[in-house]
Structures are given as C-alpha cells and as structure tokens.
C-alpha cells in the first residue's frame, strides 16, 4: 500500500468515528477454541460491483459471512481486497468518484438502501486498517474513547472510564498501559498501537469488524498475540480479515475467499470462497491451491 492510501485511511478513520511467517505447530481449529458470548449479525453481499470512475475494480461478487465466524480474504496484490472491505461499511464511498452497485445486507437490511445513514452503518461495522493509525498526540485514553465521543451525544466520565477498561482489556492492552493512560499514542509500539486500534474499534461495540491486514506491521510474536486476539472477539462481533499471510488464513479463520484477477486491468472476482480447511486441503479450482501453496506468479 503506498504512503498516499494510507493517508486516505487516516482520513476515513475520522469519518468512521508481514513479516516472515513463523513456523509453527499447526493450530487448533478456531472454531474448536471459541463459544459465542453474543449473536453478532450476519453480512449477505449480493451481485456487488465496485468502481472507481470507470474502473471496475471488482466484479460480481456474492458472499455470506457468517455471524461469530472469522472469514480471511486472499489474493495477490491489486485484485480488490480493500476495495471490497470498503464497500461492506460504505468506506469505499469516501473516496472521489467512487461507488458501488448492489446489495450488502447486515442481517437483512440493505446499508445501501436510501434511507440508511452510513455513518450509522460505520458504526455497526467497524474497522482496524493494514498501518497502526492511532491519533498520535492524542492520549492512549482518548484514543480509545474517539469513537464513541464521536458517536454520542453525552456518556458519563465513570461510564466512559470502564468502556475504556474494557476495550482495553480485550485488546489484551490494558495491562502494559493502564499506569499512562494519559500519555500520547505515539508512544507504544507498533503491535501496542495496533492493539489500541482494535480497542478503539470495538469500543464501539460494532457488530462486525473489519480488519485489513492488520499484521502486517508487527513481528511474529505480536502477530500471533493479534490472532490469539481475533478468536476471542469472534464470540462477540462477526470478522472479515484480508491477509496476505496464508498461515494466518489457515491458523485464524473459519472461512477463506479467494480474489483473483485474469490480468492487469481487468476486475478482480472472488473465484471461491468455502470452509477454511477446504480450501487450503481440497479447494474446487486449481487457482487456488496454487495460490494457497505458493505457485503463483
Ligand atoms: N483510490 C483509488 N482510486 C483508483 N483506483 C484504486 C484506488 N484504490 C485502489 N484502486 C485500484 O483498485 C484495484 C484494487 O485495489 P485494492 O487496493 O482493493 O487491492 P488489494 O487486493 O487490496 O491489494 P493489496 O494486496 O496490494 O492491498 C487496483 O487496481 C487498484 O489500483
Ligand atoms: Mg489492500
């Protein structure tokens, strides 16, 4: 991703109110080691196209996420993957000229639909970007709490206090900052900052969340305290995560879409997408397992 999406990521944030792989015992299957605390709801995307002007950047695309599942989204670089996150909580729209044709429905309901307010619908969906992007100056506290300042009206300093503990905890944050909460963001590591990402985003109490490759900045070790992370937040909020990390995908989630493109210029299609473990044993296309096993390029 280069400096100048970034950018824009940074400004959506306000709007929205890796490494080397480690080698590693193959994990449990995630859904073996998480029991749902709340029904999060469910994203139905039905015949999506999504442009930029002109340019269709994904093409025809109908997906079910699965509530309380994390679903991983792969592909090679360029073939729509952030395009299509965007477009599930109405991000994509920020950018000039861009839209979307379609449907996305959060249990049922089209946010597309005239009279859905995206801001509302930003709130539901909530998302973590590639680049820890943490307000800097701003204390590790406000950080936290910038959502939901943005988002309502009034909450109460002892209220707001324990959503803050709270987020914080389950960003598995609160431990190594709750002694300077007061000091500025800037300050933490990269993972920490990720980690504060997550808290600001769930602070919210979305129903989904959406995380683009939100590893990709940090070590093995922080990486990994990132997944052991995602699997408990899937007990709350359904996830979609991008990834350009296949033993992530294989380790992290329950489902794994593959995106795709013929060539340069064309639309980037999700050519299959199936329970995690099919696709990285058994997927239907010969794309895909060449991908998934590295034969691609
Ligand atoms: N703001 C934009 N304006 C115009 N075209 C864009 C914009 N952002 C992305 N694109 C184009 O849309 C296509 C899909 O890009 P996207 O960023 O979704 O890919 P990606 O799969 O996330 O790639 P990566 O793995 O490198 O992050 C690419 O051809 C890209 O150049
Ligand atoms: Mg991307």
Redesign the pocket.
């Known amino acids: ?1 280069n400096e ?2 970034t950018m ?1 990521e940074k400004e959506m944030v306000d709007a929205q109110a890796g490494p080397a792989d480690p080698i590693m015992d193959p994990p449990a299957s995630p859904s073996a080691t998480a029991t749902v605390d709340a029904k999060a709801k469910r994203i139905d995307a039905e015949d999506l196209n ?1 442009y ?2 002109d ?1 269709l ?2 093409k025809d695309c109908s997906v079910n996420i699965h509530p309380n599942k994390v679903t991983a ?1 792969i ?12 477009s599930l909580n109405r991000m994509h729209e920020l ?4 839209r979307v044709e379609g449907k996305v429905l959060l249990d049922g309901t089209d946010i597309y639909a005239r009279n859905m307010d995206p801001v509302l619908v930003r709130q539901q969906i909530g998302m973590v970007f ?1 680049q820890p992007n943490p307000f800097p100056t701003m204390s590790i506290y406000e950080n936290t709490a910038a959502g939901l300042r943005l988002n309502r009206k009034k909450t109460k300093k002892t209220e707001l206090d324990g959503i803050v503990e709270r987020s914080l905890t389950g960003a598995h944050l609160w431990d190594e900052v709750k002694d300077r909460l007061d000091k500025p963001a800037g300050g933490l590591s990269g993972g920490q900052q990720q980690r504060l990402c997550i808290a600001r985003a769930t602070a919210i109490e979305p129903e989904v969340l959406l995380m ?2 939100p590893c990709s900045a940090l070590d093995p070790i922080a990486t990994l305290a990132i997944e052991d992370l995602i699997n408990e937040l899937k007990k709350r909020f359904t996830i979609v995560i ?1 990834t ?1 990390n296949m033993q992530q995908a294989a380790r992290a989630s329950d489902y794994t879409g593959f ?1 795709n ?1 013929e060539k ?2 064309d ?2 299609v999700l050519v299959e997408i199936d329970e995690t473990e099919k696709i990285f044993s058994n997927p239907r296309l010969k794309e895909t397992e060449d991908y998934v096993s590295g034969r691609f390029g």
């Open positions: 991703m100048t999406e824009k999504i930029y002007g340019f950047a994904v989204l592909g090679s670089s360029g073939c729509g993957k952030s395009t299509f996150l965007r950018i000039d000229g861009a590639q683009d490759e991008v350009h995106f493109i340069s210029g639309p980037g």
